[in-house]
C-alpha cells in the first residue's frame, strides 16, 4: 500500500502536469485574476478554467475572494503557504537536500539596476502603505519601493501601529495621488484593492502591472476585529512581497545570463 506522504506527492504532481491547472497556478503566483481573464490568457474555455480552478481549490492551492467592484465576480489567488509546503515535502520525496538546493539558488544575488514598484490602493492609507513599508524593509533598500492612491487620505493609525509590531517604522510616509508619478518609470505597479486595479492609469514602460485582491482593513466595524484585520493583510502582504521578491530576481538573473 502506498505511504500516505508518498501519496500526498504523487498527488502534488499530478495537478502540476495538468497543462491548464499549470498555467493558472503560474498565472496566480504573480496576480490574482478573474475567470475571464484567466481564460484569455491560458487560451481555454471558461468552463475548463472553472474545473481547472476547482481542483486546485479543493487542493488548498486556491482560494478565491468576491470581488469588491464587480457583484458576483471572484478574484482567485494562490495560496502560497499551502504552495510552498506541499512543494518542499514532494520535493523531499525526491532527494532530501532538493529543498535546500533550492533555497540556495534563490539566495544568489549579484549588483544590479535597482526595480522600481510601486503599490496602489484607493486611499493610499493602508494595505499600500504596509505594502510600501515592508518591501523597502525586506530588500534592506535594494528596490526603490512607492506607493500612491486614487483618493489619498492620510496613513491610517492601525496601519503604522502594525508595522510597529512588524519592526518596520512607516512614519515617514505619507499619502500621495498617483498623478505625482504618471511621469515616472516603474518596472511593476501592483494594485492592492479591486478599485485601484479598475481606474490604475497606464505608466508607459511599465514590464508588468501585478493585482492582489486584498480586502481594507480599515472598513471593518468592531475595533477588535479591525486590529485583527490589519494584523492579517499585514502577515498576507508579508508572504507575498516575500515571494515576488524571489521571482524578481529570477527574472533579473536569467535576463542577466541572455546578456
Known amino acids: ?3 500516505a506522504t508518498l501519496h500526498d506527492a504523487v498527488a502534488f504532481f499530478r495537478l502540476l502536469a495538468d497543462p491548464v491547472r499549470c498555467a493558472i497556478l503560474m498565472k496566480l503566483a504573480r496576480s490574482d485574476e478573474r475567470v475571464s481573464e484567466l481564460s484569455n490568457i491560458v487560451r481555454q474555455p471558461r468552463e475548463n478554467v472553472a474545473a481547472a480552478l476547482a481542483d486546485l481549490e479543493s487542493a488548498g ?3 478565491s475572494r468576491i470581488s469588491d467592484v464587480g457583484a458576483g465576480e471572484r478574484y482567485y489567488q494562490l495560496n502560497l503557504d499551502q504552495l510552498q509546503q506541499r512543494y518542499a515535502s514532494a520535493g523531499m520525496m525526491i532527494h532530501p537536500t532538493l529543498g535546500q538546493a533550492i533555497a540556495a539558488a534563490e539566495e544568489e544575488t549579484a549588483p544590479r539596476a535597482k526595480p522600481r514598484i510601486l503599490f496602489l490602493c484607493t486611499h493610499n492609507s493602508a494595505r499600500s502603505q504596509m505594502a510600501e513599508g515592508l518591501l523597502r524593509e525586506f530588500s ?3 528596490i526603490d519601493v512607492f506607493s500612491a492612491g486614487s483618493q489619498p487620505g492620510e496613513v491610517h493609525p492601525l496601519a503604522i501601529e502594525t508595522m510597529d509590531s512588524m519592526r518596520v517604522d512607516i512614519r515617514g510616509q505619507r499619502s500621495k495621488h498617483y498623478e505625482e508619478f ?4 516603474f518596472d511593476y505597479v501592483i494594485t492592492v484593492c479591486d478599485r485601484a486595479r479598475e481606474t490604475c492609469p497606464v505608466f508607459p514602460g511599465l ?15 468592531d475595533e477588535a476585529e479591525r486590529r485583527r484585520a490589519f494584523h492579517q493583510t499585514a502577515t498576507q502582504l508579508a508572504n507575498r512581497i516575500r515571494y515576488l521578491q524571489i521571482l524578481i530576481e529570477r527574472e533579473r538573473r536569467d535576463q542577466a545570463a541572455t546578456r
Open 1 to 3: 500500500m502506498m505511504d
Open 61 to 63: 492551492l486556491v482560494t
Open 140 to 142: 534592506h533598500r535594494a
Open 182 to 185: 504618471l511621469d515616472q518609470h
Open 207 to 221: 514590464k508588468e502591472s501585478i493585482h492582489w485582491s486584498i480586502p481594507d482593513p480599515a472598513a471593518v466595524e
